[in-house]
């Protein structure tokens, strides 16, 4: 089945660092690509979309010059935290669609990012 | 507002006892209702994905029923394992499916 791996799975770094993560899907294209966040004991929350080709669409709240998104291939979509802090700590999901609205998406296992 | 609501919070049950988990919701327009299990640590797995003509879908020992007149959802999970011990997601989708709306979860914990 389709199969979307994320990269890294865990990464632990100093405040003011800025940490790239990277997701890719394994054996289908993905023009589209969801960037989600999630608090312990919380909901997945989508912070954007990333579209191959094209700029990223941002939820409302979300800082688009702190969380970049690039969408450079089918198969790859990249969030950069940029000057991280101890408030970015979270854990970070990406996903990409089903092949059609009534099919599941297909979740990375996540990254933990914890700053410093 | 689009809103999920998933019941309990958390639960804890012995191994090969059965237990029931609900969602109730107020997602429209509707399009499908998908339970995921996440492990810790882990993306989400899907489970079931159902839309609003099927009231029933099972997985192995995972069933989930859904009604939609009365928006709500249940999956049972049958003969619990440890592996069962996650979090379970309910998700409603919208908008043509594309528009999914969490819900946060109901934590399990299978006990020897």
């Known amino acids: 089945g389709a199969v979307v791996s994320q990269h890294p799975s865990w990464v632990i770094c100093k405040s003011g660092t800025s940490v790239k993560i990277e997701c890719r899907s394994l054996?289908?294209?993905?023009?589209?690509m969801f960037w989600y966040r999630q608090f312990p004991k919380q909901s997945l929350m989508l912070m954007a979309t990333s579209n191959e080709g094209s700029k990223a669409t941002y939820e409302q709240g979300v800082e688009k010059d702190k969380f970049l998104i690039n969408h450079a291939s089918l198969t790859l979509s990249t969030l950069t935290v940029t000057s991280a802090h101890p408030e970015d700590s979270s854990f970070y999901i990406c996903?990409?669609?089903?092949?059609?609205?009534?099919?599941?998406?297909?979740f990375g296992d996540g990254t933990r990012l914890s700053i410093l | 507002k689009n809103q999920v609501e998933q019941s309990p919070q958390s639960l804890i049950i012995l191994e090969g006892k059965n237990c029931t988990l609900q969602?109730?919701?107020?997602?429209?327009?509707?399009?499908?209702l998908r339970w995921y299990k996440q492990d810790t640590g882990r993306g989400p797995v899907s489970l079931t994905i159902?839309?609003?003509?099927?009231n029933t879908k099972s997985n192995g020992r995972y069933t989930a029923t859904l009604d939609a007149d009365t928006k709500q959802s249940s999956l049972h999970i049958t003969a619990s394992q440890l592996s069962d011990s996650a979090s379970y997601i309910c998700v409603v989708t919208s908008n043509s499916g594309y528009a999914l709306n969490f819900g946060k979860g109901t934590s399990l914990l299978v006990t020897p």
């Open positions: 969602c109730n919701y107020t997602v429209s327009p509707f399009s499908n």
């Open positions: 159902m839309t609003f003509s099927e």
């Open positions: 054996d289908f294209q993905a023009t589209t």
């Open positions: 996903s990409a669609p089903g092949t059609g609205p009534n099919q599941p998406q297909h």
